[in-house]
């Protein structure tokens, strides 16, 4: 029974017929369930010595035979020998510095033409 100015409330409102409160819409709970089962699991094992030491050693001479194929491949290079007119035309065409130039003519053994087709591409 409500005076003249107050409100009523209707509480059941919330409520279904047996009595409990009404469940809000579930959206986003099917990724939860999801996530729930997802473990963590990483298995812990003990990295022997040995093994590193082998696993170094593969590293360090992959690097070392790499260092020496790339120094090879550069006392190649200085072999060959080009003419300072075509390092000079390369570098005005391209506009790229003397190092680049120099560099693109002794891959392709001094031709001209293939090294700018290179340098393009």
Do not use: F, W
Not at 17 to 33: I, V
Not at 38 to 58: G, H
Not at 108 to 114: D, K, L
Request: net charge negative; glycine share 4%; with cysteine.
């Amino acid at each position: 029974m409500a005076a003249d100015g107050d409100v009523d409330l209707d509480l059941e409102a919330d409520e279904n017929c047996t009595g409990k409160p009404a469940e809000k819409p579930r959206k986003h709970d099917s990724g939860a369930a999801d996530l729930e089962r997802v473990t963590d699991y990483a298995e812990e094992k003990e990295i022997s010595s040995s093994d590193l030491e082998t696993a170094m050693s593969v590293i360090g001479d992959r690097r070392s035979r790499e260092q020496k194929a790339k120094q090879d491949r550069e006392r190649e290079l200085a072999k060959v020998t080009i003419k300072k007119e075509d390092v000079e035309l390369i570098m005005s065409e391209m506009e790229i510095s003397r190092s680049v130039a120099e560099r693109g003519l002794r891959e392709h053994m001094g031709n001209v033409v293939e090294a700018l087709v290179a340098l393009t591409n």
